[in-house]
C-alpha cells in the first residue's frame, strides 16, 4: 500500500484562493441537497473538559472518494501556543478500501468553514452589505473575514474584536491584502463590534458552559449572524 502524507505547508502552498474554494463549497453542498453524498452524523469524544475530538466520514460518487475526518478542539491550547483546531484527513480509495492519502485537516478545516460563511453571505444579504463584524480573531475569524471581502463587493469597514489585543493586529495583518478599500476598526467591546452591523459571525472556543455574551437587542433587524461557534458566543433571543 503506497500512502501520500501531505502537511499543512504542503497543501497551504498549492495557493487555493478563497473564491475558489466557496465555489468548491457551494458544488459540495448541492450534491449534498441532491442526495448524492453520503455523510452521517459526526460521533465524538470528550477526553477532557471543553474539549473534543470528532469522526466525520463521507463519500462522495462524482468523486469517488470516500474519507475520514478526524479533528479536534481544544480551547486550552491557545494558551499553550497550540492549534484550538488540529486533525487528520484519511482518503481511502472507493473501488479497493485502500488507504491513499493521509493529509493535514487545519487548513481545510478553517478555510472550509470560512467558505462556508462566505456562501451564506453571498445569498444572504452580502450583495447589499457595507460593515462586517467578526468576535473571536483567531484561525476562524480569519479565515472568515477573508471569506465576507469575498462575499460582500461592497464592503466598507470591518469590525474585529477579541479579547487578546494582538490577534485583531494578525488579523488585520492577514485578513487586510484580501481587502483592498476595506477600513478595519478594533472595537474594545462586541457590542461596539456588531452593534449595526450588516454581516456578523462570531468565532469563539465552544464550551460546555458559555457565556453568550453577544445579546440579541444589539443587532438591526436585517442582520445575517453566523456563529461558526455554535451559539458560544451569542443568544438567539
Ligand atoms: N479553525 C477551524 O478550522 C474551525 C472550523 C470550524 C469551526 N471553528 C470554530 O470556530 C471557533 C474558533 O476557532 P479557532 O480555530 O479560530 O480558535 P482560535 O483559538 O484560533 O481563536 C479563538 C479566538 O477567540 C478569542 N476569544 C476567546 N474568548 C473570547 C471572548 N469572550 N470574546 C472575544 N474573543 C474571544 C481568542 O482570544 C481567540 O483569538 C471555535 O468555536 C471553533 O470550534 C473553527
Redesign the pocket.
Known sequence: MKVKILSKDQIASLGLGMAEIMAALEEGWTLRATEKVELPAKIGVHPRPDCYIHAMPCFVPKLDMALIKWAA?Y?P??GRGL???NGLIVVNNAETGLTEIIMDS?WV??W??GAAAGVCARFMGGETAEVAAV?????????TGIAFGVAAPNLKAMRI????PS?LDRFVAQVGPHCPGVEFVRCQS?EECVRGADLVST????VEKP?R?VRRAWLKTDVLVIA???D??GRRF
Open positions: 478542539g480551547p491550547n491557545l492549534a484550538y483546531i487545519a478545516t478553517a472550509r468553514t468576535v473571536g480573531t483567531g484561525v476562524q475569524g480569519i479565515a474584536h477579541d479579547v487578546l490577534q462586541a468565532c469563539v472556543p465552544i457565556r455574551f461558526s461557534d455554535y458560544s458566543a
